[in-house]
């Protein structure tokens, strides 16, 4: 399958990340991709091409206009107002506050964000834009004909929703690839989000679409991020009753003991829905080494993730997100597509 890949992710690089309460060197950051490109090069799994650029429009699909122009412009706004180091919120307009656009920056950075771990560099703008024209190139060519495609999208996206970013996540990449197929003349969609967290900026962006499944298997949201999505009684509103799944799982959970039946029932789930193309939101940071989550799935078992989503024999955008223990990353995402590519 064709890789898609722009090295403008590089540009996304913060200084510091806040983890439970300290400042740590982010573990979202450029060597992730870079490994993630050298393994699949390695591996033979297809050729490595640079994106066209992504049409706003799209963009405008999946996100708030007053957003996008935040995003685009807060780093401006941040160093004047503070100087050259990593623009981080500190206060938000949760219950009991008015949802309102303040004109300070640090007004705007509560207002457009859910969390204090991703930080807005220099280049993220650079970096997001780029990875959402990855995943748009990436589902055009799926569009095209190809029966698949490996979208290296970095910064991540899944987080992401129509005006927040959080979770390391700015662009919603797996949602721009949705809204291309949906334009190139798929009727019906799925996404399958195999991260480790809930992909909450991609349930709430579909969530009143009946068009659009999301099936995701993820931390137990009383016990992990993003804490506030994700249950199991999410189920979809409106036009999209019944086209939204959550699988939570439990810390420790492992192949053996819970991975494997909810990954079939999520697939189970996308059978049922009958779509003309799926999305995977592709995290591996449920692997057991990973340095943030609490999941305990071996290299092997990427193997079966990929033969269980080619199994469905449905073109297919892989989308990447998370996956932070980088010595296993290569590995782990090029056993996802060549057990995929075996099984289709
Ligand atoms: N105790 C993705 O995987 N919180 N985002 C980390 C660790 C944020 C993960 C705190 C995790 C976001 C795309
Ligand atoms: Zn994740």
Not at 65 to 78: C, R, S, T, V
Not at 114 to 126: E, L, Q, S, V, Y
Not at 310 to 326: C, I, K, N, S
Request: proline letters at 5%; aromatic letters at 10%.
């Amino acid at each position: 399958m064709h890789i898609i890949y722009s090295e403008d992710h590089r540009h996304q690089d913060g200084t510091a990340e806040l983890i439970d309460g300290q400042f740590h060197p982010p573990v979202e950051k450029p060597e992730r991709a870079e490994r993630i490109l050298a393994a699949v090069r390695e591996a033979g799994i297809g050729g490595i091409q640079a994106p066209d650029a992504v049409e706003r429009r799209i963009l405008e699909k999946v996100h708030d206009p007053g957003y996008l122009q935040f995003l685009e412009k807060a780093w401006d706004e941040w160093i004047a107002a503070h100087g050259d180091w990593d623009a981080l919120p500190i206060d938000w307009p949760t219950r009991t506050f008015v949802q309102r656009l303040p004109e300070a920056i640090d007004g705007k950075l509560g207002y457009y964000s859910f969390d204090a771990g991703t930080p807005i560099t220099r280049g993220t703008w650079k970096a997001a834009t780029a990875a959402a024209s990855v995943a748009s190139s990436g589902a055009r060519k799926v569009v095209g004909g190809e029966h698949a495609v490996f979208c290296l999208c970095r910064p991540p996206g899944h987080h992401a929703a129509r005006d927040l970013y959080g979770g390391y996540c700015f662009l919603n990449n797996a949602a721009v690839a949705v809204e291309e197929l949906l334009e190139g003349g798929s009727g019906r969609v799925a996404v399958v989000d195999v991260d480790y967290h809930h992909g909450n900026g991609t349930q709430t962006i579909f969530y009143r679409r009946g068009d659009v499944l999301f099936a995701s298997i993820h931390a137990d949201p009383r016990q992990d991020f993003p804490f506030f999505l994700g249950y199991v009684d999410e189920t979809g509103e409106g036009e999209g009753a019944d086209a939204n799944a959550n699988y939570p799982l439990r810390w420790g959970t492992g192949w053996t003991d819970g991975y494997d039946d909810a990954l079939g029932a999520a697939l189970g789930r996308v059978r049922d829905f009958a779509p003309d193309a799926v999305v995977v939101s592709l995290g591996t940071d449920t692997f057991d080494g990973d340095p943030i989550s609490r999941f305990k799935l071996r290299s092997d078992d990427y193997l079966r993730i990929g033969e269980g989503i080619g199994g469905l024999r449905l073109p297919t955008v892989f989308v990447m997100e998370g996956g932070y223990a980088v010595d296993a990353l290569g590995v782990n995402v090029v056993n996802v597509l060549s057990g995929f590519e075996d099984a289709y």
